[in-house]
C-alpha cells in the first residue's frame, strides 16, 4: 500500500498534475495472451519501454509510477477482474484526486479492425463490461481518456464472448505487436502535448491504417 507521505509527495509537490493510464484485462495466465487482454499487453508494453516497475499492489491492481519527459505517471492493471475494473480504478483516482480528464484507460474493441488504435478523450462504454464498471465507479462520468485497441469482429456466427478469450493467430498478434509499437509512441505524445493534440495526429494516420486493413484477411 502506497503512504499517505508518497501520496502527498508525488501528487501535491510535483507540477505538472500525474496521467493515470489504465490497462483493462483479466488476471492469470489462462488469459493473458487473449484479445481480451489487449489493454494489459499495451500497458506493459508502455511501462517496459519507460523502466517503470509494476510491482506494487495497490488498490486491487498492479501499480507502478514513474516519469516521462519530467511529467508524473501512474500506471494501472487491475486484478479484479475485466467486468469489476471499476472497483480498482474509481478508488485509485479519487486517491490521487485525479480529474477525469487526467485519466486514459486502454482496452480492446471489436469495432475497430485488429491492430488499428483511437485516442480519444471521452465516450459511452460500447458495450464494453469493463468500461461499464468503471464509468459506473466514476458515478455516471464518461469524462475520461480512452485508447482503444483494435481486435477485429469474430467470424461467421462466432459467439462474441469466446472470441474475445481465444489467442491471436500469427497474422493478428502481428499487427498487435505493431500497434503496441505505435501505441508506446502515441502515449509519450500525450503525455507531452496533451491528449487533444496527440490524438489528432495520431488519429489521422490511423485512420488511414483502418483504411488499409478493412480488406486485408486476418
Avoid at 508494453?45 to 523502466?51: I, K, N, T, V
Avoid at 483494435?150 to 456466427?157: A, D, K, L, S, V
Wanted: hydrophobic share 40%; proline share 6%.
Amino acid at each position: 500500500m502506497v503512504s499517505r507521505i508518497s501520496r502527498r509527495c508525488f501528487c501535491s509537490v510535483i507540477t505538472p498534475q500525474p496521467w493515470l493510464f489504465v490497462g483493462l484485462g483479466n488476471p492469470g495466465d489462462k488469459y493473458k495472451t487473449t484479445r481480451h487482454n489487449v489493454g494489459f499487453q499495451m500497458m506493459d508494453a508502455f511501462a517496459e519501454s519507460q523502466g517503470i516497475p509494476m510491482d506494487e499492489i495497490h488498490f486491487k491492481a498492479f501499480f507502478g509510477k514513474g516519469f516521462v519527459g519530467g511529467v508524473p505517471v501512474l500506471l494501472a492493471k487491475p486484478q479484479t477482474y475485466m467486468n469489476l475494473s471499476g472497483e480498482s480504478i474509481g478508488p485509485l483516482a479519487a486517491y490521487y484526486k485525479l480529474p477525469l480528464n487526467r485519466v486514459v484507460v486502454f482496452h480492446d474493441d471489436m469495432d475497430l479492425p485488429c491492430g488499428v488504435l483511437r485516442l480519444i478523450p471521452k465516450g459511452g462504454h460500447g458495450r464494453h463490461n469493463g468500461l461499464k464498471s468503471v464509468i459506473q465507479h466514476f458515478r455516471g462520468n464518461t469524462e475520461f481518456g480512452r485508447l482503444r485497441i483494435g481486435i477485429g469482429r469474430p467470424p461467421g456466427q462466432m459467439d462474441p464472448r469466446a472470441f474475445m478469450l481465444q489467442n491471436f493467430n500469427a497474422t493478428a498478434q502481428g499487427r498487435i505487436d505493431a500497434a503496441l509499437e505505435e501505441g508506446v509512441v502515441a502515449l509519450k505524445e500525450l503525455v507531452a502535448k496533451g491528449l487533444t493534440e496527440a490524438a489528432r495526429c495520431f488519429n489521422t494516420q490511423q485512420k488511414y491504417k483502418h483504411i488499409r486493413l478493412q480488406t486485408m484477411p486476418v
